[in-house]
């Protein structure tokens, strides 16, 4: 039978009556014929619940032990839809990321997955059962438990996919597939019925929250079909990322911001250079500028679990570490290419007003970045002047 991976985010099954819900889902998938792999996230927001609880005994918990506490979300759903599966009659078994083969570096909190090797999880398929397997974790070379940076749950079930040789990737959540924009922006923002790869990643590191941008790189590299679907709506479409989408009438096909932001500002010494890169080594880098005399790291808040203690290293080393700063991206294909989208975008941000302190252009983003304040009303802008125009 075909293989279908589904990945299940945490709104999906923040309560017992939502997994219940899913578990009869995928039961009838299954009855239609399919060799079901269940990925699936911690219930709701039991995983910033945990790490609240790790901050309140210290303020920046050693990651190792984060690790350890913060796997157990995941853990904990597996074991319940398994449940939830099997009191509807069919035969389903629970694994962590270990005990599914998912090897990663031995980085605590933002490992990379080195490898998958999925042999439990095909034997159990060759069962007929359904494998339900906690995202977001795996176990390093040194049987260390890991955890692979929010969102992680998406990759779990990429990398699975890619390994099993799996039809689709089916990833879940309560929005109906990828949109042009945030809807709370943006009200207007539509749904996008296909993607490329490298639309999707440029979308996912310009802040939209659908797809983890690992997730979409490890897809392209293995060809993975995605899709991003509803949980709530019947018969969801949703996106398709994949390889080739059909050509599209205008460039642009999505804005996306994101005010989380920090900027590291070093001098073009290279010997401070070297020190603040050897700091930044495991940092969420989003991008580099040399601009004039100084050097400039904008840095992802985001699994940036060690802030204070990396600032005060940054600030030893004789660089800044300055105030949140956002960014605001363009994304479609073709865009180095295509004067017209440039000169509009410029247009919007001089109508605005804003500063604009670095850019980074390629042929499927064009990305600056500014105030924290000013991005929504960019984002809205832009959306009206690019894609409702």
Not at 123 to 149: C, H, K, N, P
Not at 224 to 252: C, I, K, Q
Not at 302 to 310: F, I, K, Y
Not at 346 to 356: I, Q
Request: net charge negative; aromatic share 4%; glycine share 8%.
């Amino acid at each position: 039978m075909a293989i279908i991976v589904q990945k299940y985010g945490g709104s999906s099954v923040a309560t017992v009556e939502r997994i219940k819900l899913i578990a009869e889902r995928i039961v009838a998938r299954r009855r239609a014929g399919f060799d079901l792999v269940v990925v699936v996230s911690a219930m709701g927001d039991t995983t910033n619940r945990l790490l609240a609880t790790a901050r309140e005994v210290v303020a920046e918990p050693p990651r190792r032990e984060l690790d350890m506490l913060l796997s157990v979300g995941e853990r904990t759903t597996t074991a319940l839809l398994s449940m939830a599966i099997s009191a509807l009659g069919e035969d389903a078994i629970s694994f962590t990321g270990s005990q599914c083969g998912i090897l990663t570096t031995d980085s605590h909190a933002r490992a990379r997955i080195m490898e998958v090797r999925p042999f439990r999880v095909q034997d159990e398929l060759e069962r007929g059962r359904i494998v339900i397997v906690a995202g977001f974790q795996g176990t390093s070379y040194r049987r260390e438990i890991t955890t692979l940076g929010r969102g992680g749950s998406d990759l779990t079930a990429v990398a699975l996919a890619a390994a099993l040789g799996a039809d689709a990737c089916e990833i879940y959540t309560d929005v109906d597939g990828v949109l042009t924009a945030d809807p709370r922006v943006v009200p207007s923002a539509t749904k996008i019925e296909a993607l490329s790869y490298d639309e999707m990643d440029a979308m996912a590191r310009g802040g939209a929250k659908v797809l983890h941008r690992d997730a979409v790189a490890w897809a392209r590299r293995a060809n993975v079909a995605l899709y991003s679907r509803s949980t709530f709506v019947p018969d969801s479409e949703g996106t398709l990322v994949r390889m080739n989408p059909p050509p599209r009438p205008t460039p642009v096909v999505a804005i996306a911001g994101r005010k989380d932001l920090i900027v590291v500002t070093s001098t073009t010494d290279s010997a401070r250079v070297g020190a603040v890169e050897t700091l930044l080594a495991e940092a969420p880098t989003a991008a580099r500028f040399e601009l004039g005399g100084a050097v400039q790291w904008v840095l992802s808040r985001e699994d940036l679990h060690e802030a204070e203690s990396l600032s005060a290293a940054i600030a030893d080393a004789g660089a800044t570490w300055s105030s949140p700063v956002g960014s605001v991206s363009v994304i479609g294909s073709g865009l180095g290419e295509d004067r017209d989208v440039y000169r509009r975008v410029l247009g919007a941000f001089r109508a605005r007003g804003s500063s604009v302190r670095g850019t980074v252009l390629t042929g499927t983003v064009w990305t600056a970045f500014v105030a924290p304040a000013d991005v929504d009303e960019l984002v809205l802008e832009l959306h009206r002047e690019l894609i409702e125009g």
